[in-house]
């Protein structure tokens, strides 16, 4: 599985980004994808995640973020609304048949990162 993420960009604090992460492979549908960011100097961080039938998100982001998938565009969705200055990191998707390793970020599988830049 190959992903590419897409849709960072420059937001003013309160605005809302779409982040979408396309993938390629044959296996998409039963694979557990997810989202981390990683600020500078910081570690990575769970965002959220979307197994076939369950979705899991960090506390910071639960009301604001919402992650969602297309089956038939192989793409998995960011929607991140009343976004915060703390938001601001490089945002990375992830993939693996197993959500455990998605939620645990020992996924398979990792797209190149799409920066997101909340100003104040």
């Known amino acids: 599985v190959q992903l590419q993420a897409s849709g960072g960009g420059l937001v003013q604090a309160g605005g809302s980004l779409r982040l979408s992460c396309a993938a390629s492979?044959?296996?998409?549908?039963?694979?557990?994808m997810g989202w981390f960011r990683q600020a500078p100097g910081k570690e990575r961080e769970f965002v959220a995640a979307?197994?076939?039938?369950?979705?899991y998100y960090a506390d910071s982001v639960k009301g604001r973020f919402t992650i969602s998938r297309d089956n038939a565009k192989n793409t998995v969705y960011l929607q991140m609304n009343s976004l915060k200055p703390e938001d601001t990191a490089v945002y990375y998707c992830?993939?693996?048949?197993?959500?455990?390793?998605?939620?645990?970020?020992?996924?398979?599988?990792w797209g190149q990162g799409t920066q997101v830049t909340v100003s104040s």
């Open positions: 979307r197994s076939v039938l369950t979705t």
């Open positions: 492979g044959r296996s998409f549908s039963s694979y557990a």
């Open positions: 992830a993939a693996d048949a197993a959500t455990v390793r998605v939620t645990s970020a020992q996924a398979a599988h």
